[in-house]
């Protein structure tokens, strides 16, 4: 296994600057979600930790080895898709043992490995099968034991359950985070979906404009935005930003909003009601403001009432109205 060092790397295309100056360090065996919206730069960072796109500048270390010139083969890594890439004309145990084949292992090896890997993603029972014969999700449960096969010093993971529809999505979510845990691989995971990335991560790097506007874990990524961008990216519903008398801007996670007694808070009407079952979600307006308030449980709260609401004060993220970054409270 083997930690990452991304030391100012920079990719521009034409005029285009896709990324600018990035550092980041990833330690030995951890899961860092790199997480962002589309154009962001985050499979770009992906690709050339990866060799298969060449930095403007900077440089990429694995393991303390300096592979920037390095070729992908030659670096120690493996890769999983968004869609799949298993080879249609293979069986299961084939697709798995395809890169020790290729990189010469001997057959107990190869044997060995595929029997555990096939273990680790519950494949057994469909190594003589091929993957015409597999669910979207099998065939992806393929990709990482392949990946996880060649015992990769870091394991690079593009997008990889966007295809799978939600329940799937979500039973292989846990069912990788429980492998990767098992494998001890230093990983480093992209995605655009924030739900993804807390749920799966140690960390997480939110990449906005080819920039990381903050790194921390996910209990920090969400309760303690650096920036307005990541309040507003991360949280689903997003973090409520209210602008004040004094002219900064107050945000406030939807759940951490309470009803309040008539005149003892924020004056609140109702434009819209959805009812979650473990949680009603309102939307409406204070001040002319819009906010999202998410009430526990069920609530008869109808279309245009008048409520008052309180923001938990030791919830609230005190952000500079002009630059979009969190100050001290105050």
């Known amino acids: 296994m083997a930690g990452v060092v991304i030391d100012g790397i920079s990719k521009s295309f034409g005029g285009t600057v896709a990324l600018a100056a990035l550092d980041l360090d990833v330690a030995d065996r951890e899961f860092l979600a790199l997480l962002g919206p589309s154009g962001c730069g985050k499979t770009t960072l992906l690709r050339i930790i990866a060799g298969l796109e060449t930095a403007t500048t900077g440089r990429v270390l694995i393991g303390g080895r300096d592979v920037t010139q390095l070729p992908p083969r030659a670096r120690g890594l493996a890769m999983v898709f968004q869609n799949y890439a298993v080879f249609p004309h293979l069986r299961v145990r084939d697709n798995i043992a395809f890169g020790l084949k290729m990189s010469g292992a001997d057959r107990d090896r190869i044997a060995r490995q595929v029997r555990r890997t096939a273990g680790l993603l519950q494949l057994e029972p469909y190594l003589d099968r091929y993957p015409a014969q597999l669910s979207g999700g099998q065939r992806q449960r393929v990709a990482v034991a392949r990946a996880l096969a060649v015992e990769p010093a870091l394991l690079l993971m593009d997008e990889p359950l966007s295809n799978l529809d939600a329940l799937l999505r979500l039973d292989m979510r846990a069912e990788l985070k429980d492998v990767l845990r098992e494998a001890g691989t230093t990983t480093i995971y992209v995605t655009h979906d924030q739900t993804e990335a807390m749920a799966l ?93 998410a009430l526990a449980g069920e609530h008869a709260i109808a279309t245009g009432a008048a409520l008052y609401l309180r923001p938990r004060p030791d919830r609230i993220r005190w952000m500079d109205a002009a630059t979009g970054r969190a100050i001290a409270a105050g």
């Not at 990381?212 to 409520?240: C, D, K, L, W």
């Open 201 to 293: 991560a140690d960390r997480i790097a939110v990449l906005h404009g080819g920039q990381i506007e903050q790194i921390g874990s996910p209990s920090a990524i969400y309760h303690t935005p650096a920036t307005r961008f990541v309040g507003g990216f991360v949280g689903a519903p997003p973090m409520n930003f209210l602008r004040t008398a004094d002219g900064r801007l107050m945000g406030i996670r939807p759940e951490d909003i309470d009803l309040v007694d008539e005149d003892a808070g924020l004056a609140f009407r109702v434009s819209v009601v959805e009812p979650l079952g473990a949680q009603t979600l309102l939307t409406g307006t204070t001040d002319g403001q819009l906010l999202r308030v």
